[in-house]
């Protein structure tokens, strides 16, 4: 199950660290982004099995960039995971055509049962 890739979207770095130590322990291989404007060439260049996308990434932001994933034929099939602070999380992750989605602050526990199910479908 493990030996999977994750690209993580997302400007705060606190954020960043979290999310990559909390990953890599579980066995995960982690690619990080800043920024949103470049999505198709760091998905490409990445090649994930997963994406972790803030809401509030600089550029074109979580929801367009999702959303461009999810128009392109190469990486529509790749899971997404909407991450946000906003009230209307699962609203924005629909809008998206996310796979799922994680509010902030987030519960530990909770990213790695989003994380472990994507993996298990």
């Known amino acids: 199950m493990k030996n999977k890739t994750i690209l993580i979207f997302d400007d705060d770095p606190h954020v960043m660290e979290i999310f990559s130590i909390v990953l890599e322990d579980l066995g995960y291989t982690i690619n990080r982004s800043t ?3 470049d ?22 932001g ?3 960039a999702t959303q461009l994933l999810k ?6 099939s790749i899971p997404v995971i909407l991450v946000s602070a ?3 999380v699962e609203e924005l992750a629909k809008k998206a055509a996310a796979d799922g989605y994680l509010s902030k602050p987030f519960d530990l526990d909770r990213l790695e049962e989003l994380v472990n199910d994507i993996f298990r479908q």
Do not use: C
């Open 35 to 37: 920024t949103s404007h």
């Open 39 to 60: 999505v198709l060439e760091k998905v490409g260049r990445y090649q994930p099995d997963l994406i972790l996308m803030d809401n509030w990434i600089p550029e074109i």
């Open 62 to 64: 979580g929801v367009a």
């Open 71 to 76: 128009g392109h034929a190469g990486f529509r």
């Open 86 to 88: 906003n009230s209307e």
